[in-house]
């Protein structure tokens, strides 16, 4: 009975000095709590996205078709917008700019970069469109975005490894997905 209530107290000791350490680090974290204006690479309030705009910079101003295409940033990857966007915005199911040029019939006459064979496969059942956009790839500012000649905040250090050197600007991604799959 008596190693019962030993035992019982020496729990309880144990319990009182845990919430005790987790009282003393939460007091502790509460001192050293930064507010979200701090947090992160921004310094504006998150709440208040209308009144913000980039620091420095500038878009390109390159017209399409005389700006340099940008390198991926891996295999793969969305490839970068290089030129002007005036006149392009905003992109709408019913009337999107980019197809004008992108559209793989139309692209390599002007030099454009062509939408590559995974747009124009519904990758949810792997159906081939014969050639028709996949309906959910209009909106193509969802993945490809202008880009800011802006030095960098923290340095990069990543290096993308290319199979090879076409990947480089071009993607192969319906067949690295199905790489290795045989169809019936």
């Given at each position: ?107 390599k ?49 990543f ?7 076409k ?18």
């Amino acid at each position: 009975m008596i190693r019962n209530a030993q035992r019982r107290m020496i729990a309880a000791l144990v319990v009182i000095v845990i919430l005790f350490g987790a009282g003393v680090a939460m007091a502790d974290k509460k001192e050293k709590a930064k507010s979200e204006e701090d947090m992160g690479l921004r310094k504006e309030s998150i709440y208040e996205e209308e009144k913000v705009k980039p620091g420095h910079g500038e878009y390109s101003k390159a017209e399409p078709g005389k700006s340099k295409k940008i390198e991926r940033a891996f295999e793969n990857s969305p490839p970068l917008i290089p030129h002007d966007l005036t006149g392009m915005l905003p992109i709408a199911e019913t009337n999107n700019m980019c197809l004008n040029c992108h559209m793989p019939d139309v692209a390599k006459g002007l030099g454009a970069t062509a939408l590559p064979k995974s747009h124009f496969i519904d990758m949810e059942t792997g159906k081939d469109l014969k050639g028709k956009l996949d309906g959910k790839r209009y909106n193509c500012m969802q993945c490809h975005v202008p880009q800011v000649n802006i030095p960098e905040p923290i340095k990069n250090r990543f290096k993308a490894d290319f199979r090879s050197k076409k990947s480089r600007t071009s993607s192969n991604l319906i067949d690295s997905l199905n790489e290795g799959v045989k169809a019936e």
